[in-house]
């Protein structure tokens, strides 16, 4: 199994920034799928989830309202569109798997009920 993320990159605050995530080794249309993130100094925080159809996401408070998840299940890829970008969003963003989770929860939001990852992807929000 392996996820690729990609779409980090350096954007002024206000600005937006899509992540994709492409998974393969694994029955994408089955699972859900999360986006974390670790700022540096910090532990890495549950950011958003989203159900095997893409009906449902649920998100951390924080980004509530200014990131979507997505994801098309034809091209194995997950999304997290992130608008109204702020300094405080810079981190390190995940994508996980969750295949054990059942795949209509959305609220999936800890590290350990995902247990695949991809790489990363670094986005950094100037101020």
């Known amino acids: 199994v392996q996820l690729q993320a990609s779409g980090g990159g350096l954007v002024q605050a206000g600005g937006s920034l899509r992540l994709s995530c492409v998974a393969s080794?694994?029955?994408?249309?089955?699972?859900?799928v999360g986006w974390f993130r670790q700022a540096p100094g910090k532990e890495r925080e549950f950011v958003a989830s989203i159900i095997w159809s893409g009906d449902t996401t649920y998100y951390a408070d924080s980004v509530k309202g200014r990131f979507t998840a997505s994801r098309d299940n034809v091209k194995n890829t997950a999304y997290l569109q992130m608008s109204s970008l702020k300094s405080e969003d810079t981190a390190v963003y995940y994508c996980?798997?969750?295949?054990?989770?059942?795949?209509?929860?959305?609220?999936?939001?800890?590290?350990?009920?995902?247990?695949?990852w991809g790489q990363g992807t670094q986005v950094t929000v100037s101020s």
């Open positions: 080794g694994i029955t994408f249309s089955n699972i859900v």
């Open positions: 996980g798997a969750s295949p054990k989770s059942f795949r209509w929860r959305s609220k999936v939001t800890r590290e350990n009920e995902y247990e695949y």
